[in-house]
């Protein structure tokens, strides 16, 4: 391949009437960099470059005058990548062309026979060569010594010597969107799956492929995954399809093509025993299929069933074992807030039977479960939120055990996968790991809320779209939404064990997650509200008893949590309750009834908000629950919220109502609770008709208002 020189030699023209003065974040860039030899900055935009003269102004001001900017009309087609490698200035455009510059912008040599793709970017391994200058270039003499690398578009790297101008293929990058990623239950093998149908074998440990599939007329590959014993790879497609290949060699023609749907399969997974595989398609339905083993003939896959068991999409499917024996179960989590078991073992051809469905989450959605380890005698699924909570459900009640604080990390977690106890002695804790819109984490088991137990770090920055573990729990592998790419990353959990141990131990991390810490306001406060709740139950008595308590009991937990500002329904009030009463039942067999300071303390942090609740959450609430008045503010009628408090959510009956807003606006006292001001009567007058988000967090709350002052409690409008 030769290098073109017939322009070599023509300066770039600077283009005419350059703007008086440009301020530098008005000027859409997509490459910036220092120039080497001289005070500038080279910015491209477009076809052109741009050149800033570095001044005191400049740094001080950030404004260019007329002295300071120059525009250079380059080339032809826009450019994607701009460098500079021993005094030259190099540029690549959206043809494939690179052109070389001396640092003046003289053009030197041009690469424009290379038949590549868009490039993205070019660096340089070099070798000094000084002579820059056009009249001593030679005809078969590189402008720069050294080898030059080139990314595409579409993830192709190649390099180019510019010697001999020979280029060479070193990464064959594919216009794939991978999709779906599963890892081999025993072997280093990872299975892809892309947008184009392209199913690859990769070994990880060689770096090479050792297979490759392409599904011509099934559309695109959503997700994948391997039976527990490496027989089987199951493929789900866009289609509807499900494709059932041997692991071992996924070209062979005895794969079993199946289909119940036209819905696009977006989850897949196998029972422990390899003998069912269930599938959850966008129709929010899920389809078994069973092996049936006839003698005299091969195993072959049927399919028992498609049951519309969701009423909002499914958003995970798991299988696990019964405790009283070996038969598979299965259990589907959806956006419906409900957790669905199947009965596999009555279930039938034409007839998937289920077990028991239950409402887990009173307005939180769960987005993933997984099995918890092992760590108890109780049998837990961990379930996440989009409240960033993660809470541990007694696998046969269903009855929530625990809730923590799970990690805030910009997007709630929307995959979690428990990694394989690892050989290392010095290691004994179990490990999740677990993504979100963007990121990939590991996080310390058990879960108590302790921020310092888990860590993230951006893997796709436009978004991760699967992440599957190693056999060994060495490694994870991660696809992107959009980036085209799939990462391999390698585990160190002794980083993670030492972050935590510098978060401190007991209850240090959780007082830091109190607004002032250990020493500020608000731990005070709570500490006098707690012992008012001692003084409360136990009355006179307290100090005559020996030792003095330092516990109270749970029936005071609601009120505590209220006195600072956590207002929990009765749901939330039953689930910690909850868990403390049961916290020591498997160990002891008996109930906890009293808690003290630090276990409260436990429990706000992980019960509350992760971000509290800010008044755009109410002003939407209006939005959809009111009406707009003529003047655009949004409304909602006195006997519209009698109504909704009645029958919405948790009921409560018209006492309660009366109750609540008398309390609220003052108007009943304990030392006279005859002063009833007649119910009805008392909420005609003191509650306006028309009530505002501004009125009744103002006004009815008593909480101030963005715009008021703090502390001021504002008359209802008239």
């Not at 701009?82 to 200035?89: E, F, H, P, R, S």
């Not at 918890?372 to 960033?388: G, N, V």
């Not at 707009?628 to 006195?638: A, D, F, H, K």
Request: hydrophobic share 35%; proline share 5%; charged share 20%.
């Amino acid at each position: 391949m030769k290098a073109d020189k017939h322009d070599a030699g023509r300066a770039a023209p600077p283009l005419s009437d350059p703007p008086t003065a440009t301020h530098q974040s008005d000027v859409s860039a997509s490459w910036s960099l220092f120039h080497l030899r001289m005070p500038q900055i080279l910015t491209v935009i477009g076809r052109d470059v741009v050149v800033w003269e570095v001044t005191e102004d400049f740094v001080k001001n950030q404004i260019l005058s007329d002295k300071t900017i120059v525009h250079f009309c380059l080339q032809e087609n826009p450019i994607t990548a701009l460098t500079m490698a021993d005094g030259l200035i190099i540029t690549a455009d959206t043809k494939g062309e690179i052109y070389f510059y001396d640092d003046t912008l003289i053009l030197l040599l041009v690469y424009n026979k290379l038949n590549l793709d868009p490039i993205a970017s070019i660096s340089f391994t070099k070798k000094s060569n000084k002579r820059h200058t056009q009249e001593y270039i030679q005809e078969d003499e590189a402008v720069i010594m050294g080898d030059l690398l080139i990314c595409t578009v579409s993830s192709t790297v190649l390099q180019l010597n510019t010697q001999s101008h020979s280029i060479q293929t070193l990464v064959y990058g594919k216009r794939e969107l991978h999709s779906a990623v599963a890892c081999h239950p025993s072997q280093p093998f990872v299975a892809l799956g892309s947008q184009l149908g392209i199913l690859k074998v990769w070994d990880y440990n060689k770096n090479t492929v050792t297979d490759r599939r392409v599904f011509e007329t099934e559309g695109s590959i959503q997700c994948v995954s391997f039976d527990y014993n490496g027989i089987y790879l199951a493929v789900g497609f866009s289609n509807g399809s499900v494709q059932i290949l041997s692991a071992n060699e996924i070209q062979s023609d005895s794969a079993e093509s199946l289909r119940c749907t036209t819905e696009s399969i977006h989850l897949i997974a196998f029972s422990s025993d390899s003998q069912y595989l269930a599938t959850a398609d966008a129709g929010k339905a899920v389809t078994v299929f069973h092996m049936q083993k006839n003698e005299g003939s091969l195993p072959q896959w049927i399919c028992l069933d498609r049951y519309h068991s969701h009423s909002k999409p499914i958003t995970d499917l798991l299988f696990g074992l019964h405790l009283d024996s070996t038969y598979p179960r299965l259990l589907s989590l959806g956006m419906d807030r409900q957790l669905v078991e199947y009965d596999l073992e009555k279930s039938s051809v034409g007839q998937l039977i289920i077990k028991s469905s239950d409402r887990i989450e009173q307005s939180a959605v769960p987005l993933c479960m997984t099995w918890f380890p092992p760590l108890t005698t109780e049998q837990f699924l961990l379930i996440a939120s989009d409240q960033y909570k993660m809470k541990l459900l007694n696998s046969m009640t269903k009855m929530c055990r625990k809730t923590v604080q799970g990690p805030t990390l910009g997007s709630p977690i929307r995959k979690m996968m428990v990694l394989p106890k690892h050989k290392e002695p010095e290691i004994m804790s179990y490990h999740l790991a677990f993504i979100t819109d963007d990121r990939l984490g590991l996080q310390i088991l058990p879960v108590d809320g302790n921020p310092y137990k888990s860590t993230a770090l951006i893997c796709h920055a436009t978004g991760v779209s699967s992440a599957s573990c190693s056999y060994d729990g060495k490694f994870i592998f991660t696809t992107g939404v959009s980036d085209r790419s799939s990462i391999m990353w390698e585990i160190n959990l002794n980083v993670l064990d030492a972050a935590t141990a510098l978060g401190g131990k007991d209850m240090i991390p959780f007082y830091s997650l109190l607004e002032g810490g250990r020493e500020g306001k608000f731990y005070r406060d709570m500490e006098e509200f707690f012992y008012f709740c001692q003084i409360r139950h136990y009355g006179s008595s307290l100090m005559k008893k020996k030792p003095v308590p330092t516990e109270i009991p749970l029936s005071e937990v609601p009120s505590l949590m209220r006195a600072v500002g956590y207002f929990p329904t009765e749901h939330e009030i039953e689930d910690m309750q909850n868990e403390v009463k049961f916290s020591r039942y498997s160990e002891t067999g008996k109930y906890v009834t009293d808690i003290d300071l630090q276990e409260c303390i436990k429990l706000y942090v992980n019960h509350r908000p992760a971000f509290g609740i800010s008044y755009n959450e109410l002003v939407q609430a209006f939005h959809v629950l009111g009406k707009s008045e003529s003047t655009g503010q949004t409304v909602l009628l006195r006997h519209e919220m009698l109504e909704l408090l009645q029958a919405r959510g948790e009921h409560m009956t018209m006492d309660e109502v009366e109750e609540c807003f008398a309390t609220l606006l003052g108007l009943r006292s304990e030392d006279n609770k005859e002063e009833e001001n007649c119910g009805e009567h008392l909420l005609e007058r003191e509650v306006p008709e028309e009530i505002s988000p501004e009125t009744f967090t103002n006004y009815i709350l008593g909480f101030p208002f963005p715009n008021s002052k703090e502390g001021s409690r504002s008359p209802p409008p008239e």
